[in-house]
T-cell receptor, first 117, second 115 residues
């Protein structure tokens, strides 16, 4: 079964602090995809990144970076020098390109990040 | 390019009434997904379509829920009769392909309140 766990329900930091959001996943598939989405207070779900299971290289995009480690089944998300605008709920998700679960995005419960000025 | 469009953005209705939510996917996307988000259950996939055909409706909670996709640019999610426990935010998403091969892009959501 596919499962995504985001153990951190809420995180609060002060502006300019670095913060890491944890994501642990479970799957029996050898090929799968991992995603991060952001849900700001306005409510929409914004796509941030997609990684496939064969690409374990870390990725950096501006202040955002992602650390994918197959050995620990983790896909963690770090925001460097956080800003108030980063305040949002962040969701990690898992998808499989094959089998009976094709098409489904399995979401974690999300981590509410609050960045204080 | 226009993203996924949903209407209405907010809907307040009384228990027992019929509710219809609408979605226009991104042009060229052939997968369309309906999700529901609640505090209790988080984000749940209700149903998804490929080329206008329903592929997996196992997430539809009960017979009161139905979804259609009459053409590539329009889908509806209907609840009849509505109940207070249906109150949630309903998201529509679309993608070029499924299973992670295509990224799902979400609409702004419809916040449904059933009193």
């Amino acid at each position: 079964a596919q499962k995504v766990t985001q153990a951190q329900t809420e995180i609060s930091v002060v502006e300019k602090e670095d913060v890491t959001l944890d994501c642990v996943y479970e799957t029996r598939d050898t090929t799968y995809y991992l995603f991060w989405y952001k849900q700001p207070p306005s409510g929409e779900l914004v796509f941030l990144i997609r990684r496939n299971s064969f690409d374990e290289q870390n990725e950096i995009s501006g202040r955002y970076s992602w650390n994918f480690q197959k050995s620990t089944s983790s896909f963690n998300f770090t925001i460097t020098a956080s800003q108030v605008v980063d305040s949002a709920v962040y969701f990690c998700a898992l998808s499989s390109p094959v089998g009976s679960t094709l098409g489904r995005l399995y979401f974690g419960r999300g981590t509410q990040l609050t960045v204080w000025p | 390019d226009a993203g996924v469009i949903q209407s209405p953005r907010h809907e307040v209705t009384e228990m027992g009434q019929e509710v219809t939510l609408r979605c226009k996917p991104i042009s060229g996307h052939d997968y369309l997904f309906w999700y529901r988000q609640t505090m209790m259950r988080g984000l749940e996939l209700l149903i998804y379509f490929n080329n206008n055909v329903p592929i997996d409706d196992s997430g539809m909670p009960e017979d009161r829920f139905s979804a259609k996709m009459p053409n590539a640019s329009f889908s509806t999610l209907k609840i009849q009769p509505s109940e207070p426990r249906d109150s949630a935010v309903y998201f529509c998403a679309s993608s070029l392909s499924a299973g992670g091969l295509g990224t799902q892009y979400f609409g702004p959501g419809t916040r449904l309140t059933v009193t």
